[in-house]
């Protein structure tokens, strides 16, 4: 056991303060890695808050993780200290259920265990990445294949990077296909790098006139403000694939009705109210309307590789654990471009 420098939010009301909790020694098939960087997630706010119920307290929020390891176990294989890792919203599952093995822990039918807000399997609470150091086993800890100097950027890839590459595959993002992304954040703005990769033709919706010109520097073939309802019509019944990334609640009928015959929506936002689906425009034109969560341990590896391949990293915002709280309060607003990421030489 080691004791190490974190930030916790103590109550769902309380801003995040200085703390510390305790990690475990290595196992036999343990990584232990130095954070170097951790980026802010949306899904950090909701759960610090307990917009979704049922969140543990006190809470050391941060699931997009990228260190140095110190230390193996063992009967590590993969991993030497001073080589680059990453860890992101999982740290174990049951690895014996069919979805588990199929590598999609995500859906573990014993529910996986996730970085923070969450408990291992002897019941510890997990404590995630606005912290100096994590100890995770190496079945959950990812390569990072890009340069040192692009650490910072390739946190948000994490959680961010693989809860947009892995329905952008599974639906078939590429040459010939339309698809929108909705929302310019942490996850929307990774959505339109990786599609416009990808090939396909990529509309960005958004409800900010201010990133309209980032949005075609990240790879926008067009552009549409969802306030604005000529510019919406014009793209009636015209999309192979929506993929919606707003953290709030919205009108997801409108977007329905973007689609062409068959396509498909899929929700990745998890506002905390319900949303309202009229059956209409389910029904005229066969469409779907989906989810998808973050991706397995084997497609966040295929993903990392393909961003290091593509030279893909996060665009963001440095800043010191000690302004944290003001971070919160931009990504609230949508006011970040586009993924705070927290320096955890800050830290001590
Ligand atoms: P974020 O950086 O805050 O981005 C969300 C974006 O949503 C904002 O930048 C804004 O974009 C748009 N938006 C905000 N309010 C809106 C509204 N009322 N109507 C329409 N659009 C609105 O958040 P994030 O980190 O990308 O996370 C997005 C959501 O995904 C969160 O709910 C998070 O919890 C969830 N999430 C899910 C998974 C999963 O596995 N499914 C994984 C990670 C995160 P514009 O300014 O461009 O409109
Ligand atoms: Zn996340
Ligand atoms: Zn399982």
Known sequence: MSNVPAYAAATAKSRLAPFSIE??????????????????C???VHQTRDEWGGAIFPMVPGHEITGRVTAVGGQVTKFRPGDFAGVGVLVDSCRKCGNCREGLEQFCDKEAVQTYNSRDKAGAVMYGGYSKSIVVDEAFVLKIRHPEAQLAGVAPLLCAGITTYSPLRRWGA??????GVVGLGGLGHM?????????????????????VEDARRLGADAVVLSSDAGAMQAQHRSFDFILDTAAANHDI????????RDGTLALVGVPSTPYTVAAGPLIMGRRSLAGSAIGGLAETQEMLDYCAAHKIVSD??????QAVNEAYERVVRGDVKYRFVIDLASLS
């Open 316 to 321: 963001i915002e440095m800043t010191p654990i």
């Open 253 to 260: 009928n409108a977007l329905l009705g973007l689609l062409k």
């Open 191 to 211: 959505g339109l790098k990786l599609a416009h990769a990808m090939g396909a033709e990529v509309v960005q919706f958004t409800t900010s006139k201010n990133k």
């Open 23 to 40: 990690r475990r020694a290595p196992g036999p098939k343990d990584v232990a890695i130095e954070i170097l960087y951790c980026g802010v």
């Open 174 to 179: 590429g040459p010939g296909k339309k698809v």
């Open 42 to 44: 949306h899904s950090d």
